[in-house]
């Protein structure tokens, strides 16, 4: 009786927050400009703060393989200045007007972003044509830069512990697709590349028709139109063609496994588990499979592995979004005294219970539970909002999943997870890497 009490308040509580996250629409319009640049905006009166960003649809996985790392690059050098702004000047300007600003860079994109008050709407949105227009690409900016992404990258994979992961194992992983390098890119090749390699990548990728501008917060629609046009209507329409790679990476057959020796303490177990490009169906299974696995103290792995059992310090399972085929990633920091081998094993009973047996009706309402509170999460902020419209429009080619893509979740059943989990967590579809302490290199 007490658990259909349970299962019934569970799925009260699931059944009222969907219905929130329904009538909650979020409004936005969006259009295209003549020179190719697409326009989402986004009118929330709630803040006086306005979130001005554009999304450039290049990432590293459009890169040439010999000069890997130039998206990445790119992130650091077009805070370099313009010709309208002085070296260095961009973070001094926002925060000089109360504002914030970042950028980041992935296998698909380049993101950058301004919050600001909502009076310096027209500052954003000046800031931004000038990175797209009249962006400061010059010997002294490029010496400049290539000593902080060295640097950067140095302490990324030599001086953090398990700092290697993503590059071990997509690198293990494909061996055709782009993705076998990861958004950080080799120092080596950014050494080597000249001043005008720079030059044509931002005159391929940096234009308004790759360009996603999205802009959310307390504005005026109409206002915004305008201004926007000022601002990035002049800009000419890119004339080179913009490579997207077609390689397909071959369906794999036989497990890979690797021992890493790095600067740490305590073996780690990694598993990548090749999975669908982000939006489709067994995408979503897969999210959720992850989460069954991981997240919050009364997941499978945190559970069963790291309390119960005490196998690990930490142990977790999460997807990467990917606009091309990806990985799913599981990473375990071993206990004291507990062998990879024996960790592995131990990942690998959790995952093999899902193939085994459906999971039981009141774990997977709570799993429904927390993918929509994720989701609603995701939308709180303007900036969060402006980057998944800008997403979804770029990846999906509908803006709209702002709102909607919360029912694709809500259609994945217990019997699709288990699906999945029988489909895609399979020895022959992974890499498997023992992260070892590099003391034990010569034994």
């Known amino acids: 009786m007490k658990k259909r009490i349970v299962l019934a308040m569970s799925a009260l509580f699931a059944f009222g927050g969907y219905t929130q996250a329904q009538s909650n629409k979020i409004d936005f319009v969006e259009y295209d400009l003549e020179n190719g640049m697409h326009v989402i905006l986004h009118q929330d009166k709630s803040t006086p703060i306005v979130a001005v960003s554009v999304l450039y649809h290049v990432g590293s996985k459009n890169?040439?393989?010999?000069?890997?790392?130039?998206?990445?690059?790119?992130?650091?050098?077009?805070?370099?200045?313009?010709?309208?702004?002085?070296?260095?000047?961009?973070?001094?300007?926002?925060?000089?007007?109360?504002?914030?600003?970042?950028?980041?860079?992935?296998?698909?994109?380049?993101?950058?972003?301004?919050?600001?008050?909502?009076?310096?709407?027209?500052?954003?949105?000046?800031?931004?044509?000038?990175?797209?227009?009249?962006?400061?690409?010059?010997?002294?900016?490029?010496?400049?830069?290539?000593?902080?992404?060295?640097?950067?990258?140095?302490?990324?994979?030599?001086?953090?512990?398990?700092?290697?992961?993503?590059?071990?194992?997509?690198?293990?992983?494909?061996?055709?697709?782009?993705?076998?390098?990861?958004?950080?890119?080799?120092?080596?090749?950014?050494?080597?590349?000249?001043?005008?390699?720079?030059?044509?990548?931002?005159?391929?990728?940096?234009?308004?028709?790759?360009?996603?501008?999205?802009?959310?917060?307390?504005?005026?629609?109409?206002?915004?139109?305008?201004?926007?046009?000022?601002?990035?209507?002049?800009?000419?329409?890119?004339?080179?063609?913009?490579?997207?790679?077609?390689?397909?990476?071959?369906?794999?057959?036989?497990?890979?496994?690797?021992?890493?020796?790095?600067?740490?303490?305590?073996?780690?177990?990694?598993?990548?588990?090749?999975?669908?490009?982000?939006?489709?169906?067994?995408?979503?299974?897969?999210?959720?499979?992850?989460?069954?696995?991981?997240?919050?103290?009364?997941?499978?792995?945190?559970?069963?592995?790291?309390?119960?059992?005490?196998?690990?310090?930490?142990?977790?399972?999460?997807?990467?979004p990917t606009e091309d085929p990806g990985l799913a990633l599981m990473f375990g920091i071993t206990n004291m005294g507990v062998t990879p081998i024996e960790l592995e094993e131990a990942m690998d009973l959790e995952t093999n219970r899902v193939k085994e047996e459906l999971i039981s009706d009141l774990e997977f309402q709570k799993l429904k539970n927390q993918v929509e509170n994720d989701f609603i999460s995701g939308n709180s902020s303007v900036q969060g909002l402006a980057e998944n419209l800008a997403n979804y429009h770029v990846y999906y080619g509908d803006a709209n999943l702002v709102n909607t893509e919360i029912t694709r979740y809500m259609k994945v059943t217990k019997e699709d997870i288990q699906k999945v989990a029988q489909k895609y967590l399979t020895n022959e579809n992974r890499v498997v890497l023992y992260y070892l302490p590099k003391a034990q290199q010569a034994n």
Do not use: C
């Open 63 to 320: 890169e040439d393989p010999s000069r890997t790392g130039f998206a990445h690059f790119f992130e650091h050098l077009l805070f370099e200045g313009s010709e309208n702004i002085g070296r260095g000047e961009f973070f001094k300007i926002v925060q000089g007007n109360g504002g914030v600003l970042n950028a980041n860079t992935s296998f698909d994109r380049t993101y950058y972003f301004e919050v600001l008050p909502s009076n310096q709407l027209k500052l954003g949105l000046w800031l931004e044509s000038e990175r797209l227009l009249h962006a400061k690409i010059d010997q002294e900016g490029v010496e400049t830069q290539r000593g902080v992404v060295k640097e950067e990258l140095k302490q990324r994979n030599e001086n953090t512990p398990y700092g290697t992961i993503l590059n071990e194992t997509f690198g293990h992983a494909f061996v055709e697709h782009p993705y076998r390098w990861t958004p950080g890119g080799s120092p080596e090749y950014i050494n080597k590349a000249e001043l005008s390699e720079f030059m044509d990548f931002y005159k391929t990728f940096y234009v308004p028709n790759n360009a996603t501008l999205s802009i959310a917060g307390d504005i005026n629609i109409s206002e915004a139109k305008k201004w926007i046009k000022d601002y990035f209507g002049s800009i000419p329409k890119g004339t080179k063609e913009i490579p997207r790679p077609t390689v397909v990476e071959p369906k794999k057959t036989a497990e890979v496994r690797d021992t890493i020796y790095d600067n740490i303490q305590l073996p780690a177990v990694v598993m990548g588990y090749h999975m669908p490009a982000q939006g489709t169906a067994d995408y979503y299974a897969m999210s959720m499979l992850s989460q069954l696995l991981s997240q919050g103290e009364s997941s499978r792995f945190q559970k069963e592995i790291k309390d119960e059992k005490q196998k690990a310090l930490y142990v977790g399972a999460f997807p990467l």
